[in-house]
């Protein structure tokens, strides 16, 4: 079946960087064709999506447009979220994700996706 694991989360000062990772596994067939994208979650909010890349190409939230770069390695299977000039308000759990089959919607939509790996903490302080 379907599995995303994700790291490189940590705890950094604000205007630092990290690079999150997600290793996919049990479906490298035909990995480059599907969807995959960034969500976060901090306390008490609703998760929202970071960003998206499929074959053609990568959406962003305005609040992470030109600090944030999503791009994946498909011999390794794995996606990645470089983050960089980080904010207080970057702080959430950061999860990766899979929509359900090639050609679904892309969008930074939570529902558009059907798999999730169990996330990654980002802290930022000020």
């Known amino acids: 079946q379907v599995q995303l694991v994700e790291s490189g989360g940590g705890s950094v000062q604000a205007g630092g960087s990290l690079r999150l990772s997600c290793a996919a596994s049990?479906?490298?067939?035909?990995?480059?064709?599907?969807?995959l994208g960034w969500f976060r979650q901090a306390p008490g909010m609703e998760r929202e999506g970071v960003a998206t890349?499929?074959?053609?190409?990568?959406t962003y939230a305005d609040s992470v447009k030109g600090r944030f770069t999503i791009s994946r390695d498909t011999a390794k299977y794995t996606l990645y979220l470089q983050m960089n000039n980080l904010k207080p308000e970057d702080t959430a759990m950061y999860y990766c994700?899979?929509?359900?089959?090639?050609?679904?919607?892309?969008?930074?939509?939570?529902?558009?996706?059907?798999?999730w790996g169990q996330g990654t903490q980002v802290t930022i302080s000020s």
């Open positions: 049990g479906y490298s067939y035909a990995y480059s064709h599907y969807c």
């Open positions: 994700a899979r929509v359900r089959r090639i050609g679904d919607a892309c969008s930074l939509d939570v529902g558009d996706f059907a798999y």
């Open positions: 890349l499929d074959r053609l190409s990568t």
